[in-house]
């Protein structure tokens, strides 16, 4: 168990490009969440899977970004026609319970 | 609207001494409070919670104190160690499953 993984580490795109993003979680760990966490300021809720249920949202979550766990395994976050604002680090997280998830290190993105 | 707030973005603090970072919140429908640790680059990493139900819990060097009536709470680290550099958030949880982060606070441990 090597822990929550995320991939790309860094991602620089240009304004209007669609990005992916890959989160693989704790095998045995049926929540995963994102986060998106910009300078100065503490990670923020972007969406909740409980398997493969997207059971919660954030408003934070426009209709440019989608996100996807197909089997309730790994889970993608997908950008649309990115925009500068979208530069952020996007941090997955997984857990078996409510309290005490394990985040991953994250995916930075630039958008230039 | 800033529901978790920690109003001191850095704190240093003499090797060997006690550190306190203090954290503030709004919503009084938080049942669950959490301190993360973050070094650069890596994700946060979990280090102690508490419940709303308790004013206090315990963990090695780490105390976690929350004081309801206050909405205030805050994380003791008793003896500080350089390692112990890093930025802390508070985290709060209102019954659903999102965690609501506050600002951050930078501690520095001098050796």
């Known amino acids: 168990d090597t822990g929550v993984s995320q991939d790309p580490r860094h991602k620089i795109t240009k304004r209007g490009q669609n990005v992916t993003f890959r989160c693989d979680p704790i095998s045995e760990h049926n929540r995963l969440y994102w986060y998106r966490q910009t300078l100065g300021q503490g990670p923020e809720f972007l969406t909740y899977?409980?398997?493969?249920?997207?059971?919660?949202k954030s408003r934070l979550l426009s209709d440019r970004f989608s996100a996807e766990r197909p089997k309730g395994s790994f889970s993608t976050l997908e950008i649309q026609r990115t925009e500068q604002g979208d530069s952020a680090m996007y941090l997955c997280a997984s857990s078996l319970a409510r309290v005490g998830y394990t985040f991953g290190s994250g995916t930075r993105l630039t958008v230039v | 609207d800033q529901q978790v707030k920690q109003n001191s973005p850095s704190l240093s603090v003499q090797e060997g001494r006690i550190s306190i970072l203090n954290c503030d919140y709004t919503?009084?429908?938080?049942?669950?409070f959490l301190w993360y640790k973050k070094y650069p680059a890596e994700g946060p990493t979990f280090l102690i919670s508490?419940?709303?139900?308790?004013d206090k819990n315990e963990d090695g060097r780490f105390t976690v104190f929350l004081n309801k009536s206050a909405k205030h709470l805050s994380l003791h680290i008793v003896p500080s160690q350089p390692g112990d550099s890093a930025v802390y958030f508070c985290?709060?949880?209102?019954?659903?499953?999102?965690?609501?982060f506050g600002t951050g606070t930078r501690l520095t441990v001098i050796p």
């Open positions: 919503n009084s429908m938080f049942d669950y």
């Open positions: 985290a709060a949880l209102p019954g659903a499953n999102n965690l609501f």
């Open positions: 508490i419940s709303s139900i308790k």
């Open positions: 899977f409980q398997n493969e249920a997207q059971l919660e």
